[in-house]
């Protein structure tokens, strides 16, 4: 039987279909967070955005409430990175991606010879029980630790029980006009709830797939962080759609997944700052030109910006700039917009100034590189 070829439009268009970008949807924020399997969030607010241009009448007081309740939280998760995900998704996903944290534990260039010869399971049972106490910062329980250990500096004492233990940042951090250091407590004592450790590396793969998919196992390994899916996949095989990318390569989705028409128009949409649809593929034309990549990865001190989506691929970045009490948004364009897609640029621009709540004084600033 011959496989159907996906290009890059039609794989395009079914990640944004995906991802809620093809038209913003009427979803609870809770719903949202799941169906895209979490949010990247090693910035506090990004998050906020990225529901922002999803989700028709979303307000920041709606993600506020789902971290005050516990119904959402943020935890290191996949590819070793903050993410803001569903109470329920991280009791599962947290032990699956433990492998990530027990390489990080060797390979740390900054912590993991502080770590050589030291019993972790000591060190996760001594910081296990200190938060039970009580949530601390990073340098609270490093210093904590450091009593039981003196001659082991702090920092990566702290650094080796963010590894070894489901650690969630709590309130008041990232609860949106708040500011607030990162605050760990375990993930089983904030949500009163012990980790699902039954869930399968299948449950992974068919979450991601729903969310990103069709992919190939690159991508899935891309995504998550974690090697050797391919075994998963191969498991999975019966029960999966198998396509083929325009190089042949295998690509796996399931089967009830929208997977529009390649020519559905996509309104131009602002992408949040460290979104995952920009980086959850290992192959990322589906959404971004290597020539763009290169640009929008080129902004220095591993600041990954917000990005400019025209008819569903990255056509630049945008930032706000604050100063003297006046917002402005400023866009890079990598080309020339057409007039249609620059005033389509001012009217959602002015929308996204106005959800920052950034005073009466929005300017919009379109400059080419």
């Known amino acids: 039987m011959s496989v159907e070829v996906l290009g890059p439009r039609a794989l395009n268009r079914a990640l944004l279909a995906r991802q809620l970008l093809l038209r913003r949807q009427r979803l609870p924020a809770l719903d949202a967070v799941a169906n895209l399997v979490g949010l990247q969030a090693q910035a506090p607010f990004p998050p906020y955005y990225g529901l922002w241009s999803r989700l028709d009448g979303f307000s920041p007081d709606e993600l506020a409430r789902c971290l005050l309740d516990r119904s959402v939280v943020r935890?290191?998760?996949?590819?070793?990175?903050?993410?803001?995900?569903?109470?329920?998704?991280c009791r599962w996903l947290r032990p699956l991606v433990q492998p990530i944290m027990d390489r990080d534990l060797g390979t740390n260039t900054t912590h993991a010879k502080e770590l050589v010869g030291l019993d972790l399971f000591r060190v996760a049972f001594e910081a296990?029980?200190?938060?039970?106490?009580?949530?601390?910062?990073a340098a609270q329980l490093g210093k904590r630790l450091a009593q039981r250990w003196p001659d082991r500096k702090p920092a990566s004492l702290a650094h080796a029980a963010r590894g070894l233990l489901p650690l969630v940042q709590i309130p008041p951090r990232a609860v949106w006009g708040k500011s607030g250091r990162p605050?760990?407590?375990?993930?089983?004592?904030w949500?009163?709830?012990p980790l699902d450790t039954k869930a399968t590396l299948e449950n992974l793969v068919l979450r991601y797939l729903a969310a990103f998919g069709p992919a190939t196992v690159n991508d899935?390994?891309?995504?998550?962080?974690?090697?050797?899916?391919?075994?998963?996949?191969?498991?999975?095989?019966?029960?999966?759609?198998?396509?083929?990318?325009?190089?042949?390569?295998?690509?796996?989705?399931?089967?009830?997944?929208?997977?529009?028409?390649?020519?559905?128009?996509?309104?131009?949409?602002?992408?949040?700052?460290?979104?995952?649809?920009?980086?959850?593929?290992?192959?990322?034309?589906?959404?971004?030109?290597?020539?763009?990549?290169?640009?929008?990865?080129a902004v220095?001190?591993?600041?990954?910006?917000?990005?400019?989506?025209?008819?569903?691929?990255?056509?630049?970045?945008?930032?706000?700039?604050?100063?003297?009490?006046?917002?402005?948004?400023?866009?890079?364009?990598?080309?020339?917009?057409?007039?249609?897609a620059t005033a389509a640029l001012e009217s959602e621009g002015a929308r996204l100034l106005r959800f920052a709540a950034l005073g009466d004084t929005h300017d919009i600033r379109l400059v080419h590189v």
């Open 75 to 89: 935890i290191v998760l996949m590819r070793g990175t903050v993410h803001l995900v569903t109470a329920d998704d």
């Open 128 to 137: 296990r029980a200190l938060l039970a106490e009580q949530p601390m910062t």
């Open 183 to 189: 605050t760990f407590a375990t993930a089983e004592d």
């Open 191 to 193: 949500l009163g709830a």
């Open 220 to 297: 899935i390994q891309a995504w998550s962080g974690l090697t050797r899916l391919g075994e998963v996949v191969g498991r999975l095989r019966g029960r999966l759609r198998v396509f083929a990318t325009e190089r042949g390569r295998e690509l796996f989705d399931v089967p009830e997944a929208p997977r529009p028409d390649p020519e559905t128009p996509v309104p131009l949409r602002l992408v949040a700052e460290f979104d995952n649809l920009i980086l959850s593929h290992a192959d990322r034309t589906r959404v971004i030109s290597e020539e763009a990549r290169k640009r929008v990865f």
């Open 300 to 340: 220095p001190n591993g600041v990954f910006p917000g990005t400019v989506l025209m008819d569903g691929f990255v056509q630049g970045t945008w930032k706000i700039v604050r100063r003297r009490g006046e917002a402005a948004l400023e866009v890079r364009a990598f080309r020339r917009y057409p007039e249609k």
